[in-house]
């Protein structure tokens, strides 16, 4: 290739091209959208630079779901750190829509860095970047062009996708809507629009047959949008998603209603569309706008929770601190009673409404007095299950109003079971099943116990469900146990009578406390994936003293403020990215990942 490439690249990395070996041999091509560019353990013999489009990278460790990890812009290398290192790729990527690439060969790139070490050093300064941002657990590269396309007949989208692009224009960024009026446009069009915006929405009507295929091909996220109040006719996987959909990129946005109580029927329109997630957005409701501006841009708020027994109680008092200082919450997970109380907070209870259920479900009368002769269990769950089914009724995970996990602990595979489907009730049996107090959930063939067995403070999940901030609250910090709380009771009858036999025996102090004990390691992987870590004073409370209700919330009230007084920011802002504008005013010429990581290292 005997030009220099017009490519949109940092000065330093130009200097490759000015390089005779590399400019001569270096292989200019065409990649659709959806098609590999190199796969994990593809020998490295090329170092690749993105000319138009867009990138994406994944990994896929063995029986899980692929992992991604961020998106390669226009004038950003590609495998480049397996080819310095010697060694095979060790992540998938994939144009996330047509692109053009610019190919060197190894030998060519090397003897350009021996002519120039200016090459060499800029690409260390790339890689370092790229290491920071994902040791801050966030994507190296973070989406910002997303499609909106029709699932079945939901009608006009466009102005719900303006009411987002309002919320995300009142955020301080640069942000515009494309409709089917650039269906003719060329490659390089797109390129300048996504370069003068921080974020660009792709919008297809039903009617718009031409257009509607090409959408999924120029996006990093796609979302099909479904009218939620019925039942998901005509509604199937995306023409033309494949590759978002193998890479868990294909999202599903419910319109609702503005009076519903709560959505029904989200299960359906997850099996008809393939979608890895579900959002609701009522009508004409400002604050589902909101949050779906704050889901798009990396500022929505994650809340994690941890299970802990009675002292879990302490989440209901960091809620009601956050709701007292406006700091959302959009995504909610947790383990064991962290996912009792986070279930509650999805399906919109409010603060009375929350006091009131877990007072009749646990603080009232015990509901682990159901003793039975203990051949799987020392109660018979039956008192649990009952009041499960009475408070959550027949609601299934994905009609809840906020994203929601938790998690059970499968003893059949030996590893954490996430539940992010299913009947609610039943995975929430899960998750509290506490081994020897309750007897185990079953699902099919495996046998399911407390989530808290395995993955006790889930944030490292909640790190890979969204990309904004995550707010944890960790209850199993305090002193736990001692000999006194294991003690035999002087007077067995004297025990009896006193009622303290509604709590179980001592035996449950110390079964509690085995399943939730967690490794140094995993707690420090858990914590290191919150942005902001709570950690309530519990330790006068015992872990299975189901009445000290008020005690425990007051101690998470009070510990959810002191970290709250301690931020300089708001949380949603804690992974702001810096938005085109202030780059700008900042006097720094950069790509956007260089500018993202920047920000990050910084």
């Known amino acids: 290739m005997a030009f220099l490439p017009d490519i949109p690249i940092d000065s330093a990395l130009t200097r490759l091209f000015l390089q005779p070996r590399a ?24 170092l690749f630079v993105v000319r138009t489009g867009r990138l994406g990278a994944f990994r896929q460790e063995e029986g899980q779901e692929p992992h991604f990890l961020g998106v390669i812009r226009p004038g950003e290398p590609a495998g480049e750190m397996a080819l310095i290192a010697g060694i095979p ?5 994939y144009a996330l829509r047509d692109s053009e690439i610019f190919a060197v060969p190894k030998e060519a790139f090397f003897e350009a860095c021996d ?68 269906a003719a446009a060329p490659t390089e069009w797109f390129s300048e629009v996504e370069r003068v915006h921080d974020f660009v929405l792709y919008v297809a009507e039903r009617d718009e047959t031409a257009w509607a295929p090409f959408v999924p091909r120029q996006v990093d996220r796609l979302f099909q949008v479904g009218k939620g109040d019925g039942p998901p006719r005509g509604a199937s996987r995306h023409i033309g998603a494949n590759t978002l959909h193998e890479q868990g990129l294909v999202d599903l946005l419910l319109l609702q209603p503005p009076g519903l109580d709560r959505p029904n029927g989200a299960e359906a329109w997850l099996d008809a569309t393939g979608a890895g997630r579900v959002f609701h957005m009522r009508r004409g409701v400002p604050d589902d706008s909101k949050r779906m501006a704050r889901v798009l841009t990396g500022q929505s708020v994650g809340l994690v929770l941890s299970g802990g027994g009675a002292r879990a109680y302490a989440h209901v ?24 109380v986070g279930a509650g907070l999805a399906m919109g209870w409010n603060a009375q409404e929350m006091d009131r259920r877990l007072h009749e479900a646990f603080v009232d009368t ?30 299934y995970i994905p009609d809840l109003w906020l994203p929601f996990f ?70 199993t910090t305090a002193r736990s146990i001692t000999a006194d709380d294991v003690a035999r009771p002087s007077s067995i009858w004297r025990w009896i009578r006193s009622g303290q036999w509604r709590n179980g025996p001592p035996i449950v102090s110390l079964l509690m406390r085995t399943a939730t004990v967690s490794t140094g390691r995993d707690l420090a992987a858990a914590r290191e994936a919150t942005d902001v870590l709570i950690q309530p004073d519990v330790s006068g409370i015992e872990i ?25 920011r708001p949380i949603p802002e804690l992974r702001r990215r810096l ?9 720094a010429v950069m790509t956007p990942f260089m500018a993202a990581a920047q920000a990050a290292a910084e």
């Open 23 to 46: 400019r001569d041999q270096a292989i200019w091509f065409s990649l659709p959208g959806g098609q590999k560019l190199f796969g994990q353990g593809d020998a490295s013999d090329q």
């Open 89 to 93: 790729h060790t992540a998938n990527v």
């Open 115 to 182: 002519a120039d070490a200016a090459v060499m050093t800029e690409l260390a300064r790339l890689m370092i970047l790229r290491s920071r941002q994902v040791a801050r657990r966030g994507p190296m590269g973070e989406p910002s062009v997303y499609g909106f396309v029709p699932a079945g007949r939901p009608g006009p989208l466009r102005p719900v996708v303006e009411a987002i692009e309002r919320e995300i224009a009142a955020l301080g960024y640069a942000v515009t809507v494309v409709g089917a009026e650039a």
């Open 317 to 340: 008092g960091a809620i009601r601190a956050l709701r007292e200082r406006g700091v959302p919450i959009d995504f909610v997970g947790g383990s064991s009673m962290g996912a009792i």
């Open 366 to 395: 015990s509901p682990l007095d159901d003793m039975a002769l203990p051949l799987l269990a020392m109660t018979h769950g039956l008192k649990v299950s009952a009041r499960l089914a009475e408070h959550f009724g027949e609601t």
């Open 406 to 475: 938790c998690l059970s602990s499968n003893l059949t595979t030996g590893a954490y079971q996430l539940h992010r489907r299913g009947l609610l009730r039943k995975a929430l049996r899960a998750s509290i099943s506490l081994p020897g107090l309750l007897p185990p959930a079953t699902d099919g063939p495996n046998v399911l116990v407390d989530g808290a067995v395995m993955k006790n403070f889930p944030a490292d999940i909640m790190r890979a469900a969204q990309l904004g901030p995550i707010v944890g609250v960790d209850v």
């Open 544 to 568: 299975r003293d189901w009445r000290a209700y008020d005690q425990a919330v007051e101690a998470g009230y009070e510990a959810t403020i002191a970290a709250l007084d301690k931020l300089h």
């Open 579 to 587: 938005s085109l504008r202030e780059r700008a005013s900042d006097g």
